[in-house]
T-cell receptor, first 117, second 110 residues
């Protein structure tokens, strides 16, 4: 069974801490994504990567950075956690661009619910 | 700004009825369309994919696409209480990212 695995299901951190969220996929997907999901705001794209060592800013990159040193692993880093970063964080992966008729839907990880106190 | 809009709901239907979920999108360049189901506290899971105009059926689910009207819908026949979830519409253009709608919360009443 294909999987996107996020390292933690629940995480509680203190304001100002550096936080690492890890995501690993075993599907040989080129693309990986980090989203946060908040009630009433839906899914918002933080960062994404189409290849190893490549990263692109999404819609809300402020306060975050990412690292992709290996194809299967995409890490989200909160440089100095703040309470407004309390959220559900979702990692996703997909194959690269192909024909529109190809089902290159995202596979999501189970999510990390981060609380910053 | 590329947008995907959905009625937030909740949409309530009785068990056994047809649930109809709607989604409109603003980017005429959109190429493929996805429906995700998300149970409370869980991550989204892909349930339907459509890329050409018309209907696509998979079990109790039917996706309908009308590119001229920039409209995609999801029909759930014989709705069950286990179908109660939030349904996310996602749209993909020539790029590799999706644009997600805010989701419609569906409640199927026993």
């Amino acid at each position: 069974d294909v999987k996107v695995t996020q390292s933690s299901r629940y995480l509680v951190k203190r304001t100002g801490e550096k936080v690492f969220l890890e995501c690993v996929q075993d599907m040989d997907h080129e693309n990986m994504f980090w989203y946060r999901q908040d009630p009433g705001l839906g899914l918002r794209l933080i960062y994404f990567s189409y290849d190893v060592k490549m990263k692109e800013k999404g819609d809300i990159p402020e306060g975050y950075s990412v690292s992709r040193e290996k194809k299967e692993r995409f890490s989200l880093i909160l440089e100095s956690a703040s309470t407004n970063q309390t959220s559900m964080y979702l990692c996703a992966s997909s194959f690269g661009t192909g024909s529109p008729s190809a089902n290159y839907g995202y596979t999501f990880g189970s999510g990390t619910r981060l609380t910053v106190v | 700004q590329k947008e995907v809009e959905q009625n937030s709901g909740p949409l309530s239907v009785p068990e056994g009825a047809i649930a109809s979920l709607n989604c409109t999108y603003s980017d005429r360049g959109s190429q493929s369309f996805f429906w995700y189901r998300q149970y409370s506290g869980k991550s989204p899971e892909l349930i339907m994919f459509i890329y050409s105009n018309g209907d696509k059926e998979d079990g109790r689910f039917t996706a309908q696409l009308n590119k001229a009207s920039q409209y995609v819908s999801l029909l759930i026949r014989d709705s069950q209480p286990s179908d109660s979830a939030t349904y996310l519409c996602a749209v993909k253009n020539y790029g590799q990212n999706f644009v997600f709608g805010p989701g419609t919360r569906l409640s199927v009443l026993p």
